[in-house]
């Protein structure tokens, strides 16, 4: 058994609220757990690969729509036909994206369409990856492999930076300060054209050591675009990161661009550094 589907009638609900709030629960915390009782005679173990299916008369909902791994598997009690297995979902599809059940059924003609739990073989499991990776669109920029498109045992679950990441947080920093770079003026748009348009990233100001667990961040004050150079070197002092400032003054006092044909914007960073820096001589260091 490589992996298993779980199927349910929506008519039934799984989640505590709905399908949309679980959808956004996903996204934002990266992983929601639901707990099923699965066959004992499965032996399910931690990391087997979860593909969930939605059944039932509306059809425009049905099909396989997100992906999730075995977190947690309850004591198997003397007798018990079922066991209790807690899935950690990591990516679900709104309402109306999935992969059509007729188009499943077409690749995998040996699908059960009854609710529960079925094992999957390899082949099959393989047939999944695929046409999820044709369904599950990655964020723009995303640097991680898509949950369910590489098989649980190839990836590593990371810790990621809630605020840099955040889909939502990430559109407001872009609409109110722009998609350059903030330390170097890098629009990476205009070096690599159209498909690199808003791929900067976003850096989170507020060092670790002053974020509580009910840390509000203010996508103005707290939050900047940074290239994906600049935010290497950002982070690449612990714990509190290199501020813009100090990069700017790091990219200065190496020959920013030197030699090379300034745009407009790089001028203007530029012109923003020395403004805030003032002259190179003697120490102006304004970062903490
Ligand atoms: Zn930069
Ligand atoms: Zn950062």
Redesign the pocket.
Known sequence: MEAVILAWDPDRPVWAGSHAAAVRTVQADGLLRQLWAFPSALQPAPELDVWLVILGTRSAMCGLGGHGTVGWVGAVVADATTVQVAVDVDHLLPLGDQVALARLVEHLPELRLEEGVQPVDRGAARTLRRLWAGAAQPERGALEPTPGSLPSRAVRRVLANRYEQDPQLRRTVLALRGSA?H????DMEQRYGTVARDLVQVHHLTPPGFVDADHEVDPLSDLVP??G??HVVAHSRWPDPYSVEEIRLLLREHGFLRGSTLTDSQLMAQADAARLLGPPEGDQRTGR
């Open positions: 770079c330390a170097c003026g890098l940074l290239c150079s600049c």
